[in-house]
Structures are given as C-alpha cells and as structure tokens.
C-alpha cells in the first residue's frame, strides 16, 4: 500500500499562484511515476499532469499546459503541482496519484493507469 497525503490548497484570487504538495509513504519503491488530477462536482476526474521518476519526463494536459509545473522529488517520495495564472475554472479538489506502470511510448493520462490516490485538497479561485 501506499499513502498519498496532499496539501497547500486554498483560496486564491485570478491570476495568483499555489504550489501543492504531495507526500507518498509505505510502498513507495513499487512507483513508476505520479500524476495530478482534478475534479469538480458532476464531473469527472481531469486529468492535469504526470512525471516519470526515471528520467522526469513530464506530460501535461492541454488544458494547463504553460501554466502548471509538476515536479518531483523521487528520494522524498515528494510530487508538486506549481500553478501560475490561476482562473475562476481552475476552481476543483487537486488529487495526486501513484502508478506502477513505466513505458517509454505510453502517455499515462487516465484514471486508471494510477493505482493509488491521495484524498484531495481544496483549491478555490475567485474572481
């Protein structure tokens, strides 16, 4: 098992910034990589942003693509979601998530290729 517990959400006005936090603990050699989605009542989970450990190859979902930076620290066990110019629609709970799958070619984008996932934090932005 592992444990995902995230942080640094809040409230922000438009075109502020926040930095989140996500800490793994127990299993943590079986990660391949981490991701950040995002959900909203109604909807379903949006997926923003994944990181390879080896490597730290990045992928990014269109949507915040120049404005969201993940990281990561692998000896920390550590993923942050760096988020600039922030918008009324950013307005969700921020998850992060842990796979155990690694692939060269694969773009690892969908609920389903995460295993393990973290309980969310708030995170608001006024106009």
């Known amino acids: 098992q592992v444990r995902l517990v995230e942080s640094g959400g809040g409230l922000v006005q438009a075109g502020g910034s926040l930095r989140l936090s996500c800490a793994a603990s127990?299993?943590?050699?079986?990660?391949?990589?981490m991701g950040w989605f995002r959900q909203t009542p109604g909807k379903e989970r949006e997926f923003l942003a994944d990181i390879t450990w080896s490597g730290g190859k990045t992928y990014y979902a269109d949507s915040v693509k120049g404005r969201f930076t993940i990281s990561g620290d692998d000896a920390l066990n550590t993923v942050y979601l760096q988020m600039n110019s922030l918008k009324p629609e950013d307005t969700a709970v921020y998850y992060c998530a842990v796979r155990t799958y690694y692939s060269r070619t694969y773009v690892f984008r969908s609920e389903s290729d995460y295993i393990y996932w973290g309980q969310g934090t708030q995170v608001t932005v006024s106009t």
């Open positions: 127990g299993r943590t050699f079986s990660s391949y990589g």
